[in-house]
């Protein structure tokens, strides 16, 4: 009997099965005890990892700057702030002294209906709402350099009496874990920010790789960012496989990202004994809208912490990418600097060579990848795009798996990896 096998994709899953003969070893996150995400989060305001409660942060006539978010990231902020907004206003803050700041980095604007699933409706309308914008010099303040990067942070962040932010900390190719510092150094920092810390040259540099923070010269720039804009406040939470919260934790915002870092490294990092010639990663929503925020299942793989895929293997990504390449600018300059250059090897000889716009790094990044493998996207809802950017489509998983085996062996043997996302491979050693 053959085995069913499901990964992440979309709001759901995608099943599928494996030809006999093919060996499978599924991996997942290990699991977390869940919370109940109201109750975890009125904790954590009142019980701060370090540092007081934010309600002895705020005062009357305080002007407050809370960040949180895009649609990007599967964080709860409609529970988090409206949580957050009750405990501002019972120290005396007005609700026209509160700026909710969308932090979109170099992605597409958010929509109202994005806003108001993000904060809930009541809350949407009430306050102030805007989206940041990384390319507009007049609402952007200079911070300065750190280590030749220029620190530009949104105005409505830096010149805030106190500012908040949201985040989930869990694995990121560049910063090590998310959450904590990285919502306001990035999501509502400027393009020469985000350009500078997602360059080539940063991304080469030592310490800079998935699940890793120490001596990582990427979170230390944004660290010191936070830093500077005066940061006072963060609530982040770290999620399951199936997107349920399992810790909430909030207070001085770099205690309380190191707590929560050392929490999720057990729930997301995962040894293997071997490598493999074929790894199936899921994604899931809001990751897979869009090939931009997909091809990280590829990278996550390829450059694992150590390597889990022997050479000439192949990555299967199951995602419907509804949006193309994607909508924002970022995502634009990665598919215009795919689309420049006939293959991998050019687009990394060429963006190695010049100075890169935002976006462009994830171009520079997928093409390495794809100097080793071959990426497949199965199901994608635009294979042109796909090609474009030199990878494969198939039309549904069964169609990808036989692409696979045809190019490495018929008794390959599969790693099949439900959450690629939330999932830090480490290979054997050697």
């Given at each position: 009997?053959?085995?069913t096998?499901?990964?992440?994709?979309?709001?759901?899953?995608?099943?599928?099965?494996?030809?006999?003969?093919?060996?499978?070893?599924?991996?997942e996150?290990?699991?977390?005890?869940?919370?109940?995400?109201?109750?975890?989060?009125?904790?954590?305001?009142?019980?701060?990892?370090?540092?007081?409660?934010?309600?002895?942060?705020?005062?009357?006539?305080?002007?407050?700057?809370?960040?949180?978010?895009?649609?990007?990231?599967?964080?709860?902020?409609n529970?988090?702030?409206?949580?957050?907004?009750?405990?501002?206003?019972?120290?005396?803050?007005?609700?026209?002294?509160?700026?909710?700041?969308?932090?979109?980095?170099?992605?597409?604007?958010?929509?109202?209906?994005?806003?108001?699933?993000?904060?809930?409706?009541?809350?949407a309308?009430?306050?102030?709402?805007?989206?940041?914008?990384?390319?507009?010099?007049?609402?952007?303040?200079?911070?300065?350099?750190?280590?030749?990067?220029?620190?530009?942070?949104?105005?409505?962040?830096?010149?805030?009496?106190?500012?908040?932010?949201?985040?989930?900390?869990?694995?990121?190719?560049?910063?090590?874990?998310?959450?904590?510092?990285?919502?306001?150094?990035?999501?509502?920092?400027?393009?020469?920010?985000?350009?500078?810390?997602?360059?080539p040259?940063?991304?080469?540099?030592?310490?800079?790789?998935?699940?890793?923070?120490?001596?990582?010269?990427?979170?230390?720039?944004?660290?010191?960012?936070?830093?500077?804009?005066?940061?006072?406040f963060?609530?982040?939470?770290?999620?399951?496989?199936?997107?349920?919260?399992?810790?909430?934790?909030?207070?001085?915002?770099?205690a309380?990202?190191?707590?929560?870092?050392?929490?999720?490294?057990?729930?997301?990092?995962?040894?293997?004994?071997?490598?493999?010639?074929v790894?199936?990663?899921?994604?899931?929503?809001?990751?897979?809208?869009?090939?931009?925020?997909?091809?990280?299942?590829?990278?996550?793989?390829?450059?694992?912490?150590?390597?889990?895929?022997?050479?000439?293997?192949?990555?299967?990504?199951?995602?419907?990418?509804?949006?193309?390449?994607?909508?924002?600018?970022?995502?634009?300059?990665?598919?215009?600097?795919?689309?420049?250059?006939?293959?991998?090897?050019?687009?990394?000889?060429?963006?190695?060579?010049?100075?890169?716009?935002?976006?462009?790094?994830?171009?520079?990044?997928?093409?390495?990848?794809?100097?080793?493998?071959?990426v497949?996207?199965?199901?994608?809802?635009?294979?042109?795009?796909?090609?474009a950017?030199?990878?494969?489509?198939a039309?549904?998983?069964?169609?990808?798996?036989?692409?696979?085996?045809?190019?490495?062996?018929?008794?390959?043997?599969?790693?099949?990896?439900?959450?690629?996302?939330?999932?830090?491979?480490?290979?054997?050693?050697?």
């Open positions: 009997m053959q085995h096998y499901e990964v992440a994709c979309g709001t759901g899953g995608v099943q599928f099965t494996l030809p006999a003969g093919v060996r499978a070893s599924v991996v996150p290990h699991e977390g005890e869940p919370v109940d995400l109201t109750e975890a989060t009125e904790t954590a305001l009142d019980r701060p990892i370090a540092g007081p409660p934010l309600k002895d942060l705020a005062r009357p006539g305080d002007k407050v700057c809370i960040v949180f978010t895009d649609a990007t990231r599967d964080v709860p902020d529970v988090l702030v409206p949580a957050m907004l009750t405990r501002l206003e019972a120290s005396g803050v007005r609700s026209e002294d509160i700026t909710l700041l969308c932090g979109v980095g170099m992605h597409r604007p958010s929509t109202p209906a994005e806003k108001e699933a993000k904060l809930g409706r009541d809350v309308r009430r306050y102030r709402v805007q989206d940041s914008d990384a390319r507009d010099l007049d609402n952007l303040v200079d911070l300065g350099e750190h280590q030749g990067i220029p620190l530009w942070v949104h105005r409505r962040a830096v010149e805030a009496d106190l500012l908040i932010a949201t985040g989930v900390v869990e694995p990121h190719q560049y910063a090590g874990y998310s959450g904590g510092r990285k919502t306001v150094a990035v999501g509502a920092g400027g393009e020469a920010t985000i350009a500078a810390t997602h360059s040259g940063m991304i080469e540099r030592e310490g800079v790789r998935l699940g890793n923070i120490e001596g990582n010269p990427f979170h230390q720039a944004l660290t010191e960012s936070a830093r500077r804009a005066r940061l006072r963060v609530i982040n939470v770290i999620k399951d496989a199936t997107g349920r919260a399992v810790e909430v934790a909030a207070g001085e915002p770099f309380t990202f190191e707590h929560l870092v050392s929490r999720a490294r057990p729930l997301y990092e995962v040894s293997l004994d071997r490598r493999y010639d790894v199936i990663a899921g994604v899931g929503h809001p990751k897979d809208a869009n090939i931009y925020q997909a091809s990280r299942a590829a990278t996550y793989v390829y450059f694992a912490p150590r390597n889990v895929l022997r050479p000439g293997g192949v990555i299967i990504i199951p995602a419907p990418c509804a949006e193309g390449v994607g909508e924002g600018v970022g995502e634009q300059r990665f598919a215009e600097a795919m689309r420049a250059y006939p293959g991998p090897d050019h687009v990394v000889d060429a963006l190695r060579h010049r100075v890169t716009l935002a976006g462009e790094q994830r171009s520079y990044l997928l093409s390495r990848a794809l100097q080793g493998c071959k497949i996207f199965a199901g994608s809802q635009a294979p042109d795009d796909v090609r950017c030199h990878m494969t489509p039309t549904d998983m069964g169609e990808a798996i036989d692409l696979a085996l045809a190019w490495t062996r018929p008794d390959a043997e599969v790693l099949v990896v439900p959450h690629s996302l939330l999932t830090v491979l480490r290979g054997p050693e050697g």
